[in-house]
């Protein structure tokens, strides 16, 4: 069978942290490492998810291939809080080689710290996870199924809200075959006061499909996972948003003046079923 017959997931791999897991380090060391052996495709999907914990300061995590940076965020649960924060990257990268490739999440902490990853002793709280698909752009004969196209943008400005109700913050613009759009938003963000929340939403072209707020409270950025999928959509065109405000002060997305803590990734993947 050729391989245009087939759906355009070729190959995946998946690393899981299986211990616990504790660093002092203040320079980026692995945490999860899994290989990817690609193929047909030119084209890595990598997601990365973590609930993690240290007492007293950061948690810095990023994502690399073959050794180059492709995304960075972190986290902090806030001095003397035994809570656990979520971490999670989505990022598409185009243009791989076929051949062996080593995908990768490094990890540090602030200085004098502790960070924390525990699946054993902390089953129910702390874990992480990462998950490479490699997938062919697109065909020379119609999709039946499988996946059949990809949009990612990532926030690369600097970017600052005060506004008090929705604005634009990421946009997409696509063209369906009519199948289900799943939507992954991931953000993190900051504010120029502390005890300050940040809203969020997904819309697709006016119907507000998924919506969430995190509250900064004097970390250097919290993150936000936005989810949803929306089916029975005919194929046409439509636009696609995430947007945002603050409840007070200035809302911070800085990708470039804190880039290792401020992020912003947006992904549609269309299917079919």
């Known amino acids: 069978m050729s391989i245009l017959n087939l759906p355009n997931f070729i190959n995946t791999a998946t690393g899981t942290l299986l211990v616990d897991t504790s660093t002092t380090s203040v320079s980026f060391i692995d945490l999860l490492t899994t290989n990817i052996i690609t193929s047909a495709g030119d084209t890595l999907i990598c997601r990365f998810a973590s609930q993690s914990y240290n007492a007293t300061g950061n948690n810095f995590f990023q994502l690399l291939i073959d050794g180059v940076v492709y995304q960075s965020g972190s986290i902090r649960p806030g001095t003397g809080l035994t809570v656990n924060c979520p971490q999670g990257f989505i990022k598409r990268v185009s243009g791989i080689i076929p051949g062996n490739h080593i995908v990768s999440i490094q990890w540090s902490v602030s200085s004098s710290t502790t960070g924390y990853i525990r699946p054993v002793s902390q089953s129910t709280q702390e874990f992480a996870s990462l998950v490479v698909t490699e997938f062919i752009p697109s065909y020379t004969a119609p999709i039946t199924y499988g996946l059949i196209q990809t949009q990612q943008l990532s926030l690369s400005d600097d970017t600052t809200t005060s506004s008090t109700s929705m604005i634009d913050l990421m946009t997409i613009n696509l063209s369906t075959m009519g199948g289900d759009l799943l939507i992954y938003f991931n953000s993190c963000s900051s504010n120029t006061k502390a005890n300050t929340s940040n809203y969020f ?72 079923y």
Do not use: H
């Open 201 to 272: 939403q997904i819309v697709l072209d006016s119907t507000v499909y998924q919506s969430g707020a995190v509250n900064y409270a004097n970390t250097p950025a919290v993150n936000i996972n936005l989810f949803t999928k929306i089916t029975g959509l005919a194929a046409d065109k439509y636009t696609v948003k995430v947007q945002w405000y603050t409840s007070a002060n200035v809302g911070q997305i800085r990708p470039i003046a804190a880039s290792g803590s401020e992020c912003a990734q947006l992904l549609i993947m269309e299917m079919k």
